[in-house]
């Protein structure tokens, strides 16, 4: 019954509105330059693995590399060729899983 009240709510079922607003405090951290370890420990993951893991199932890319990402924005704004686009208001948008053979 609450799966269902979530979603007709929120629009999307608890584990996946659980892990939107975690990777949502996740990107404002690290966007700041949060260390991975206080990021992990701030969003309610039990280890840097296992944060890291949802992190990149969920944006495409490692923390770090986002960590990274958004510090040469910020030092340097319209520079970054290849950059990847982000979803409005600067959320980093959920990957789209490839199909498994």
Known sequence: ???ARCTSLVGEPPLGFLTRM?????TMLLREGATLALTSQLTGYA????FSHAFRQWSGMAPGAYRRQQHARQSNPGAE?????????????PARRAARA
Request: proline content about 16%; charged content about 25%.
């Open 22 to 26: 975690r990777m949502q405090r996740a």
């Open 81 to 93: 060729p290849g950059a990847r686009p982000r979803a409005e208001g600067g959320q980093v948008p």
């Open 1 to 3: 019954m609450y799966p």
């Open 47 to 50: 280890s840097e693995a296992s």
